[in-house]
């Protein structure tokens, strides 16, 4: 019972108490799901969505579901550049599966960062049946595809990620840590990168399991053969194009040079290693998993435009000021991370020192009080921010009090335009 009312509150979480199915509205209960996979159909709200033929999704959903509820779709319209109630009924009013309500319109934004779901972009993305696991982003992609049959559920973590991973040169261990590198020789970034890459790799060699797989783009068979034999690590051939561009289309990939850091049972671990080595040429805090704390760079600007974050500008850039900034964020976001963690988001928090990164944030939020230290909470997927009343010393219980009003509802919010 403990465990139903677990997952009953994920679920609830994410897509909140009630669904649209048609022109009603349901509460959502474990028994909607009964178990099935879920789908999650992200549709932007603009006239040309509206005009989407998705008769092969329709179709698939009356397929499978003939004898048994195996497939429930829910559908996520999020505002583009608007968020316009005409192009939501539109959307919303004839289909067969259920939709988050427009007026879970924080949902509908929160769940598009949490998903990575571009600008103006149509996905659908295959979970379990609690949200837990992702088995492809790509069930657009695969309606087309002949051959690759519903439920699409082992072209993920048992087939393609293991098929690629047989590749590797190191033995199998638990701690082993894969990257999958995607370039092509026509590509000059990719060139520049693989020195830096490479003087990377050797490092943390020296200290941890790691293994990399080269995934090629290129056009020739002559052009991967020189771009991999420029790499030491193993390559998938260019002759089984199937696997090249299925990894592809599992991580999404969208540009190279890329490089994605799994477990061996090809969980995500880090999506932007190229900009981790870049920060980090060493690789001293690889595998760069999420941190209680972030110094504010240009990198890691990008960040913000998914998750809510606290954000406390300094005076300087000094290695002493930024550990005290720290000393006191730190005991707060580890509270957080243990006591208040939610599935529809992650509340980050930064430091900012002073430098050009935090000026661009400052300027970006329109926030024309250059006052350091000053205690921020940045919500952009939300398009506001809260500073913390003037004249409160900035220690961890002032931050704490500062950040339960972001959890409770009570935090004043000035909109950013």
């Known amino acids: 019972m403990a465990v139903e009312l677990c997952l009953s509150s994920r679920l609830t979480e994410l897509l909140g108490d009630r669904l649209l199915y048609g022109s009603e509205t349901v509460e959502l209960n474990e028994s909607m799901f009964n178990g099935s996979l879920i ?221 994605v850091l799994i477990d061996k049972n090809g969980n995500i671990i880090t999506e932007n290693g190229r900009a981790e080595i870049t920060e980090d040429p060493d690789g001293l805090y690889f595998p760069w998993r999420r941190r209680f704390v972030y110094s504010l760079s240009s990198r890691l600007l990008p960040k913000l435009q998914r998750f809510p974050a606290v954000v406390l500008f300094i005076e300087g850039d000094q290695e002493e000021e930024l550990e005290l900034a720290e000393g006191v964020l730190l005991p707060v976001a580890q509270q957080v991370a243990k006591t208040r963690s939610n599935a529809l988001y992650d509340l980050l928090f930064f430091i900012a020192p002073d430098d050009c990164a935090s000026d661009t944030l400052r300027q970006f939020t329109r926030l024309t009080d250059d006052t350091a230290p000053l205690l921020t909470l940045i919500d952009i997927p939300m398009a506001r921010i809260s500073v913390m009343e003037y004249g409160i010393h900035i220690t961890e219980k002032s931050i704490m009090n500062f950040v339960l009003g972001f959890f409770d509802g009570t935090m004043k919010f000035t909109t950013i335009l």
């Open 39 to 259: 789908a999650l159909y992200f549709v932007p709200l603009s006239s040309e969505t509206v005009a989407t033929d998705d008769r092969a999704l329709r179709d698939l959903y009356k397929t499978v579901n003939e004898n048994e509820k195996t497939l429930n779709i829910i559908q996520i319209c999020y505002p583009d550049l608007s968020d316009d109630r005409r192009y939501f009924d539109e959307l919303t009013s004839d289909v067969p599966w259920h939709s988050v309500l427009y007026e879970h319109a924080e949902k509908r934004i929160r769940l598009r960062h949490k998903y990575h779901v571009g600008n103006a972009e149509t996905l659908l993305i295959l979970n379990d049946g609690y949200l837990k696991k992702v088995y492809t982003r790509n069930g657009l992609k695969l309606l087309s595809y002949s051959g690759k049959s519903f439920p699409w559920t082992n072209l993920w973590n048992e087939t393609i990620c293991q098929e690629a991973l047989k590749l590797s040169c190191s033995n199998e261990s638990n701690e082993t840590i894969y990257g999958l590198y995607f370039s092509a020789h026509w590509c000059p970034p990719c060139k520049a990168f693989i020195p830096q890459l490479i003087h990377a790799y050797n490092s943390i060699r020296k200290r941890m399991q790691f293994e990399i797989i080269f995934v090629s783009s290129d056009r020739s068979e002559q052009s991967y053969n020189s771009h991999a034999s420029s790499m030491p690590w193993p390559s998938v051939p260019y002759s089984n194009t199937t696997l090249r561009q299925n990894l592809t289309e599992c991580f999404n990939v969208r540009g190279i040079p890329y490089l």
